[in-house]
């Protein structure tokens, strides 16, 4: 009797059917279950997700289980069954190295053997080098999931699950293995004040309604999606004069730069005195402007009279010019002052997040557009709770979206990159996602949602749509050019945890909690204190 050679034992069927990005498999009907024992251990055949090798030529290809069916017939009076699965063939190894991608396709009755774990070190070799791992492998839970950092963090990544998959928990764990490093530079948006409690060290935390984002850092665009309403009848009378007033203040408090000033240039200038010019134009009553600005200037007092917005019209620290070099060295922490920033957008007015967003965004591409030692100085700009101010249908304004946009697409050329995350991807611009190189999808139970991301990732990725509902909390799906190829990773507990977790409803009504102060919450509230 000839003795089985290691290839004989993990055989499990031969190809039937090739497509150009799969094959049909039909099982060996001398198989005596759908496991196999191998080396000690039982690996499960058919099981959505797992992967077999197809060896073709001098390499051998990698494919992924992506349906499984069964069939029955009958034979002699009786009821016989053979199985069947179709793989998506999403790489090969060739001279010991793996590489993403099909050259070669293999022919009918190629046979088609199980991978077991250590065959996945040679799929790992490359990227193991690295030393980045976010988790373990679901499939292979003794295996860690290595990935290349500098294609995850570098060329623009999304995080999206559905409330409550744990995607404030996924991002801390990645962060926090980087928040070590001598020159990490990462910024946060945090829209929930949910990240300081994730980051006790080497990070700084910063209040923006306390930190103060001037008026003056804003470019034109923005400040007319703040104080132009466009659907005034004298709108574009209101931007005219605005633009030609900012300019001339512009130019006024900074005789030094006058012959380079743009109207766009973050320098300091007087609002105060350009809104007094506005309100003499429109009271000039033999003037051209006469009764075209009493709704903008109602606009804009409301705005520069209510307390929320102090941090940006009515600044205490950044009141000159040369005040700039110093915020930015406390937004971005240059030469390791601080590797991970938060910025807690939690206590700002809902109609000008997007106006935050967007002078956040910019501020931080324009830092290294002009800054000639840019590939020193990589940044992550982290945006939480994107599908609020990166929508395309986003009621108010759009320059956050804009200005994320133009980083989706040239961010990387300036050493500027971003995590985008959210739970609903399909309100996202799709300019912005279409150019994330690497996805963390997580439990979606939209079916919306589910939709788009099958989309996005679908030749990646195929049966996607029926995975996404059922993956674990803290399940990610890792998809793109930073992993050897789609993996479904249980993401290592942050430690600490961000502030994100689910209030527990009945454990806290089933025992006696202290009375609450309503006349505190009545003071907070008045006062507009949150912490």
């Not at 801390?172 to 980087?178: C, G, N, P, R, T």
């Not at 984002?213 to 007319?224: A, H, K, N, V």
């Not at 705005?303 to 971005?332: C, Q």
């Not at 679908?458 to 059922?470: I, K, M, N, R």
Request: hydrophobic share 40%; charged share 20%.
């Amino acid at each position: 009797m000839a003795v089985k050679t290691i290839w004989d034992q993990k055989r499990i069927g031969v190809i039937r059917k090739v497509t150009t990005s799969t094959a049909t498999v039909t099982l060996d009907s001398q198989l005596a279950s759908l496991s196999l024992q191998l080396n000690g251990k039982t690996y499960p055949i058919g099981q959505i997700g797992t992967y077999v090798l197809v060896p073709v030529g001098r390499q051998v290809l990698l494919g992924m289980v992506s349906e499984f069916k069964k069939f029955e017939f009958g034979e002699n009076g009786k009821t016989k069954s053979h199985y069947e699965m179709i793989i998506s063939l999403i790489g090969s190894v060739k001279n010991g190295i793996f590489e993403r991608g099909v050259s070669t396709f293999p022919t009918a009755e190629t046979p088609v053997y199980i991978l077991e774990e250590k065959d996945l070190a040679i799929a790992f070799s490359v990227f193991q080098r690295f030393g980045f791992s976010t988790g373990r492998l679901s499939l292979f839970e003794n295996e860690r999931a290595y990935i290349d950092p500098n294609r995850f963090f570098g060329k623009h990544l999304a995080v999206i699950g559905s409330s409550g998959s744990g995607k404030s928990c996924t991002v801390a764990s990645i962060l926090q293995k980087v928040v070590g490093f001598p020159d990490t530079k990462v910024v946060i948006l945090d829209m929930h004040n949910e990240y300081q409690a994730a980051f006790p060290k080497n990070s700084q935390y910063l209040n923006i309604t306390e930190l103060e984002l001037p008026f003056w850092l804003m470019t034109f665009q923005e400040m007319t999606e703040v104080f132009v309403n466009s659907s005034d009848e004298h709108a574009a009378t209101h931007i005219t004069v605005l633009k030609e007033l900012v300019f001339q203040a512009k130019r006024l408090q900074n005789p030094e730069l006058k012959n380079v000033l743009t109207i766009d240039t973050p320098v300091y200038y007087d609002f105060e005195k350009v809104r007094s010019r506005i309100e003499a134009l429109d009271s000039e009553k033999s003037g051209p402007f006469y009764g075209k600005f009493g709704r903008f200037l109602v606009q804009l007092d409301t705005k520069l009279n209510d307390p929320r917005y102090d941090f940006m019209f009515k600044p205490r620290l950044y009141i000159h010019s040369a005040s700039f070099a110093e915020l930015l060295t406390k937004m971005f922490g240059p030469n390791g002052a601080s590797k991970i920033t938060i910025m807690d957008m939690s206590g700002v007015p809902f109609d000008i997040v997007n106006t935050v967003v967007s002078l956040m965004a910019r501020l931080a591409f324009d830092f290294n557009f002009w800054n000639i030692s840019r590939r020193e100085c990589p940044i992550l700009l982290v945006f939480e709770e994107a599908h609020n101010y990166l929508s395309t249908s986003s009621d108010g304004t759009q320059a956050a979206r804009r200005t994320v946009e133009r980083i989706a697409k040239e961010g990387r050329k300036y050493g500027v990159s971003c995590m985008i995350i959210s739970q609903r991807p399909s309100d996202i611009s799709d300019t912005i996602l279409s150019q994330c190189n690497n996805f963390v999808v997580m439990r979606l139970t939209n079916p919306m949602d589910q939709n788009y991301v099958c989309r996005l990732v679908a030749d990646t990725y195929p049966g996607l749509e029926s995975l996404l509902p059922s993956l674990r909390q803290g399940e990610g799906l890792f998809v793109g050019d930073a992993v050897p190829m789609p993996l479904r990773i249980q993401m290592d507990p942050p430690d600490p945890e961000p502030a994100s977790a689910d209030i527990q409803f009945f454990d806290k009504w089933k025992r006696k909690s202290e009375p609450t102060n309503v006349g505190e919450i009545v003071r907070r509230w008045w006062n507009q204190e949150r912490c």
